[in-house]
Every structure is written in C-alpha cells, then in structure tokens.
C-alpha cells in the first residue's frame, strides 16, 4: 500500500500532459471539445423530425419534455450547490480556460447530450448508440479540458440515466 496520497493535481497533469504536449492531439481534442455539442443538436433534431413524420406525437412530445425537464432540474441544483470548478480548487492549468467560478456539479454539457443518447435508444437504438459513444466523448473531454471533476460528469450521466429509464422505457 503506498503512503502516498491523492493529489488531483498530478491526476490532472497526467491525463491533460498528452493533449498539450501535441499540437495535433489539441487541435482533436479542441474539435471534440467545441463540436460535439453541434453534432447532438442536429442529431436530435433529425430524430425529432423522425418523430413527427411517422406521426409518433406521443413519443415526439415525450422526446421533446424529458430533456427539456431534466435540463431545467439539473440547472436549478447546479446554481443550489454551486461547485467549485475544478480550477477554482486546485493549482492547474485547463485546457480551456473559462471564467465560470462554480455551478460544476453536474456537468451540464454531459447530462444534455447522455439524456439525448437515452432520447435517442427511445427513438432508435442505432442512433442511440452513436449518442451514448459521443456522451462518453463529452464526459471525458470535460474532464480533461478541465472545466469538471470526474464526480460532475458521473452525476450527470447517473441522472440522465434514471430520467431516461424513468420516462422512455418505463
């Protein structure tokens, strides 16, 4: 057993140390990054649309509303506990700098798009999948950029979950 502690830090420099050190892993990961999010927008409208010309109004409405609760929820606890960004904690250097001091738990950009991929299985699991591998690219990439805690974006993820089991296959 080692006697040394945790330290986030070297946690941080360890996964982030790669990406800076490439200019060509940076430029991925700052695509990925800023990107990822117009990917889910427009897949999600392609599945609403999907929706509405078969005529599946239940299920579009339902699309539509458990998101956009979910959403609305989680951004009200997010300014109730208002988190410390993890660069607001401790002494390193993001990826990407922001100038947001707190609301880090939960990730939002996490929870929006892994309640999409739960959208998207409800819808058709195909591109369900897709959205569930993008949700998982989102939630490291939060990390990495480091702009969440690992917690955030398991509590994000966790969420989603429940809220899409709770209204798409219950």
Known sequence: ???KKYSY???YNKISFPIKKSPLKYKIFLFIYRYLVYFTII???ALLIYCLVRGAYYQFF???LTPAITFIVVTIIRRLINAPRPYKV???EPLIAKKKDGE??????TLSITIIAMTGLYIWWPVGVVLWIMSVCMGISRVVAGVHFPKDVLAAGIISIVAGMGMFFW
Not at 104 to 109: D, L
């Open 43 to 45: 897949i999600y409208m």
């Open 62 to 64: 339902n699309a539509v």
């Open 1 to 3: 057993m080692s006697d």
């Open 104 to 109: 880090s738990f939960p990730s939002r950009h």
């Open 9 to 11: 830090e070297d946690f």
């Open 90 to 92: 401790y002494s390193i």
